[in-house]
């Protein structure tokens, strides 16, 4: 407090978020490295480095300053990840890691292990089929892009081996995956995003077991979609199922389970023509239902009676439909203003 009253306290303010950078002991030459000090007196450093596109030749693992927290090794054409490549100097305290780009086809299953402090892993845009199972056993990851390889099916239980109970989001869109599964035996997997959109499924994957709160199924040519598919997940905030170009059906009772759901996006489904009022079952949180650009384009009578809690719905080309109330009416049994809710769209015409 002494300090503070000193100082004053924008000067106080000044000093905690001034950020200096200098010159970085045991920088690679072909490295970009960054060193940010910051709290009070700089008593806290954070280096990043940056080495994207420093070439085949350069031999792994490349050197980088002790205490190193994010590294760009984007665009390198590593091929493959061997057990020796991230076990140098400063490849312990890593918290991110870029290996996108890089050709990858295979990780050994000890490649990743010194990383102890990994929260965010990127390998998009390479030519992974494959992971070891227990190539994540003891990271702490958050984040994880997968997006744009060559998976052709994948197990969730990889991420089983992760450390802390911290919630991870992981990105496997962009694959060839026709299967995805969670063989879990009773543990418990706490996934929070999984984004599967543009991939070879043809049926909703099972994914009881995970606490997902986002899912996103875009342009997977499921055909069908049948009751009981998202059986489980009860935590459910947001699912996306747009761009399905073969989704002629939805079966009542699909998405029964999901009473916490709040986005449901069924946009751009040219080929989905009608929708039963059971399909909306137990959808007892949803606020935003988007149909724009699907083949539906009257929705079932009493609309509101199915979906409580809905703010908005959007059809056709471009309808949209919001929850008003109705001019209150006097009641006068119970001396109350009564008010009726309706859904009110913007073009005439519209039966709901
Ligand atoms: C999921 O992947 C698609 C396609 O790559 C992308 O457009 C979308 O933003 C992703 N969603 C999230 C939440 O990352
Ligand atoms: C609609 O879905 C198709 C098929 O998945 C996709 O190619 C197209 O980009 C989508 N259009 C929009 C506007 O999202
Ligand atoms: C509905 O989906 C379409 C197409 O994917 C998108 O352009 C539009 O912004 C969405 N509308 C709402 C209200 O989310």
Redesign the pocket.
Known sequence: MALLRRVGLPLLLLLLLAVRCGAVRNCHPSCHCEVENFGLFDSFSLTRVDCRGVGPGVSMPVAIPLDTAHLDLSSNDMGQLSDAALAGPGYTTLISLDLSSNKIAKISPSALSKLRYLESLDLSYNALESLPPSCFSGLPLAEVDL?HNAFREFDMAVFAAKVNGEPVSV?L??NRLASVSATLHGRALNIQ?V?L??NQLVNVPSMAGLTLR?L?L?ANPIAKIKKGAFAQLKDLVYLSLSGLGELREIEPHSFKDLQNLQVLDLSNNSELKRLSPAVFCGLDSLQELNLSGSGVTTLPTNMLSHLPRVKSITLGQSIHCWRTQKQGQYHRQTGQVRHDEELHCDVEGIVL
């Open positions: 997006s990105d869109s962009h995003s984004n959109s543009v986002y996103n875009d």
